[in-house]
C-alpha cells in the first residue's frame, strides 16, 4: 500500500468523505465511507484524523472518526494483502464493511455455500446415493469453490446468494485456477504439491465439475432451499454451451501395438509400470477397481478357468443388485500375477510427475507406440495429431481393451431377426465365462489353459 487519500465532491456545504487507496502505479481503490460532516470542518483534518499545523478550533467527534476509518482501512488492505485476496474496490468494500458490521451466527442451519456442498456430498455418500470416489471429487470442487471464494472475499455466501454471475465466474476459476496459486500461496499450503492446479483444465474436465455443482443446486431446488438453481436461470441455450463436453477420435493399441508392448524389454524402472499396464488392459477395468484388487480377487470357474471378480466402485451403490463383473484371466496376464502376486507398488501413486499415467507414457514412448492420433487444442480449437504415448494412461489400458473386445465379438443384431435394443435378444441367449474366455483368447492371441483351486496351471 503507497498511499491513502481523502476529499469531498465539493468544497462548501455537507459532504461524504471518500477515500483512495494507491496500491502501486497501475492500481487502486475507492471507497466511500459513511461519515458525514462539514467540508469546512473535514478540511481541517489529515486523513488518519490528526490535526493539520495551525488548526486551534475543530470537530472533536469528527476526528475520532476519521481516525476509526483509517484504521478499519489499514487493517483490511493488510489482510488482503497477507491472504492473496483480489485487490479490486468491490472486494475491498465488502471485507471493510464485515469488520464493520459483524455477522453473529444465530442460526447454524443457515450453512454458507460450501458448508452446505460439504454436507449433501456426506449425505449422499452415507445414503448410499454416491460411492467413496464420487464423494472425494464433490469434496474437491468443494475445496475449490472455497478458495475461489475466498480470493473473492465472499466466504460466508449463502446458497439462494450465488447467482448466474458468480456461477460463470466460478467456471473461469476451474478452467485457470493455476494463475492464482503463486499469488496466493499461503492459501495452497496445505493442498499437496501433486493436487496443486498447475495448467489449465480442459474443457470436458470443467464440465464434470460443474455438473456435480449443478446436482447439489438441483438438490436444493428439491428441498425447498432456494427458489430457482443459478444454472436454470442461464437459459436453455447458454447452459448447452456452459455444459459442453467434446471427445476426441477413439484411440487405443491396437493387437500389434500390445504385443510390442508385451515384448519390449522395458528395463527395472518401468517393469512394474509393463506390468501393471499390460494387465489392466486384459482387464479393460477403471483404475479404481484395479488398484483394489489383489490375490483374494482371483477365483476359477468349474472348467479351471481363471478369473477376476469385483463390484465396480463407480457404479456399485446404484446398482439394484450385486451382481460382479467377472473377467477371465488370458495367459500373459496370468503369468505376470503368478510372478508378482498381484502387487503393483505403481498404484499408489497414480498421478503427479512420477506417477502411473506419467510412467505410462514413458512405457508407451520406449517401446514406439508413436501412431499418430487426433487431439483437440482447446485454445487453437483445431485438431492436432500427436504421438499415442503422448496420450497415455490407465484409461488408454481401459480403451485398448474395450476396442480388442469389440472387434472379435459378433452383432446380435446382424441377422436381422430382432431391432437394435430388442430386450428378446438378451432373454434369449447369454454369454458364459467360458465363451468369454474364447473370445478373449482371440482377440489377445493367447492360448487357452486351466487351472486348479491353487492356481496351478494344468
Known amino acids: 500500500?503507497?498511499?491513502?487519500?481523502?476529499?469531498?465532491?465539493?468544497?462548501?456545504?455537507?459532504?461524504?468523505?471518500?477515500?483512495?487507496?494507491?496500491?502501486?502505479?497501475?492500481?487502486?481503490?475507492?471507497?466511500?465511507?459513511?461519515?458525514?460532516?462539514?467540508?469546512?470542518?473535514?478540511?481541517?483534518?489529515?486523513?488518519?484524523?490528526?490535526?493539520?499545523?495551525?488548526?486551534?478550533?475543530?470537530?472533536?467527534?469528527?476526528?475520532?472518526?476519521?481516525?476509526?476509518?483509517?484504521?478499519?482501512?489499514?487493517?483490511?488492505?493488510?489482510?488482503?494483502?497477507?491472504?492473496?485476496?483480489?485487490?479490486?474496490?468491490?472486494?475491498?468494500?465488502?471485507?471493510?464493511?464485515?469488520?464493520?458490521?459483524?455477522?453473529?451466527?444465530?442460526?447454524?442451519?443457515?450453512?454458507?455455500?460450501?458448508?452446505?456442498?460439504?454436507?449433501?456430498?456426506?449425505?449422499?455418500?452415507?445414503?448410499?446415493?454416491?460411492?467413496?470416489?464420487?464423494?472425494?471429487?464433490?469434496?474437491?470442487?468443494?475445496?475449490?469453490?472455497?478458495?475461489?471464494?475466498?480470493?473473492?472475499?465472499?466466504?460466508?455466501?449463502?446458497?439462494?446468494?450465488?447467482?448466474?454471475?458468480?456461477?460463470?465466474?466460478?467456471?473461469?476459476?476451474?478452467?485457470?485456477?493455476?494463475?492464482?496459486?503463486?499469488?496466493?500461496?499461503?492459501?495452497?499450503?496445505?493442498?499437496?504439491?501433486?493436487?496443486?492446479?498447475?495448467?489449465?483444465?480442459?474443457?470436458?474436465?470443467?464440465?464434470?465439475?460443474?455438473?456435480?455443482?449443478?446436482?447439489?443446486?438441483?438438490?436444493?431446488?428439491?428441498?425447498?432451499?432456494?427458489?430457482?438453481?443459478?444454472?436454470?436461470?442461464l437459459g436453455k441455450e447458454r447452459r448447452k454451451a456452459v455444459m459442453r463436453t467434446k471427445y476426441d477420435d477413439p484411440y487405443y493399441l491396437d493387437k500389434k501395438e500390445l504385443m510390442r508392448v508385451l515384448k519390449t524389454d522395458v528395463g527395472p524402472i518401468l517393469k512394474d509400470t509393463k506390468d501393471a499396464f499390460l494387465v489392466q488392459c486384459a482387464f479393460g477395468c477403471r483404475i479404481s477397481d484395479f488398484a483394489a484388487m489383489s490375490m483374494d480377487s482371483i477365483a476359477v470357474s468349474d472348467e479351471g478357468i481363471p478369473y477376476v471378480h469385483y463390484l465396480p466402485q463407480k457404479t456399485a451403490n446404484s446398482q439394484e443388485g450385486n451382481t460382479e463383473v467377472q473377467t477371465p484371466i488370458v495367459r500373459y496376464a496370468f503369468d505376470i500375477i503368478k510372478r508378482t502376486g498381484f502387487h503393483f507398488p505403481i498404484l499408489r501413486n497414480l498421478y503427479g510427475v512420477v506417477g502411473y499415467n506419467a510412467r505410462i507414457k514413458s512405457l508407451l514412448q520406449i517401446c514406439q507406440i508413436d501412431r499418430k492420433v487426433a487431439h483437440y487444442n482447446e485454445e487453437t480449437q483445431t485438431n492436432e495429431y500427436i504421438p499415442l504415448y503422448k496420450v497415455g494412461s490407465s484409461k488408454l489400458a481401459r480403451k485398448t481393451h474395450v476396442d480388442m473386445m469389440t472387434k472379435v465379438q459378433v452383432d446380435l443384431y446382424a441377422s436381422g431377426l430382432h431391432k437394435q435394443g430388442s430386450a428378446a435378444v438378451n432373454r434369449y441367449t447369454h454369454m458364459e465365462l467360458k465363451d468369454r474366455f474364447a473370445l478373449m483368447n482371440a482377440a489377445f492371441e493367447q492360448e487357452a489353459y486351466k487351472v486348479n483351486e491353487q492356481l496351478v496351471i494344468i
Open 1 to 233: 500500500m503507497d498511499k491513502i487519500t481523502f476529499h469531498a465532491m465539493k468544497k462548501e456545504g455537507p459532504v461524504k468523505v471518500r477515500y483512495r487507496i494507491r496500491l502501486g502505479r497501475m492500481a487502486q481503490i475507492c471507497y466511500t465511507s459513511d461519515i458525514e460532516c462539514e467540508a469546512k470542518d473535514l478540511a481541517k483534518f489529515k486523513v488518519n484524523g490528526e490535526r493539520k499545523e495551525r488548526v486551534t478550533l475543530y470537530n472533536p467527534e469528527l476526528s475520532r472518526r476519521l481516525n476509526m476509518e483509517y484504521d478499519y482501512m489499514v487493517k483490511v488492505i493488510a489482510r488482503m494483502t497477507d491472504e492473496g485476496m483480489d485487490m479490486t474496490s468491490a472486494v475491498f468494500n465488502r471485507e471493510i464493511n464485515a469488520l464493520k458490521n459483524p455477522v453473529k451466527v444465530e442460526r447454524k442451519e443457515c450453512l454458507d455455500i460450501v458448508e452446505r456442498f460439504r454436507k449433501y456430498a456426506d449425505e449422499d455418500y452415507r445414503a448410499g446415493i454416491i460411492g467413496a470416489n464420487r464423494h472425494k471429487h464433490i469434496i474437491v470442487v468443494s475445496d475449490k469453490l472455497e478458495r475461489f471464494l475466498f480470493i473473492n472475499g465472499i466466504s460466508n455466501i449463502k446458497p439462494e446468494d450465488f447467482d448466474i454471475d458468480l456461477l460463470m465466474a466460478f467456471r473461469e476459476f476451474l478452467f485457470d485456477e493455476y494463475l492464482y496459486v503463486q499469488k496466493n500461496k499461503k492459501l495452497y499450503e496445505s493442498v499437496k504439491d501433486q493436487n496443486k492446479p498447475q495448467a489449465r483444465l480442459s474443457m470436458n474436465t470443467v464440465t464434470s465439475q460443474l455438473k456435480m455443482f449443478q446436482t447439489f443446486f438441483n438438490v436444493l431446488e428439491d428441498q425447498d432451499e432456494i427458489r430457482k438453481s443459478p444454472f436454470r436461470k
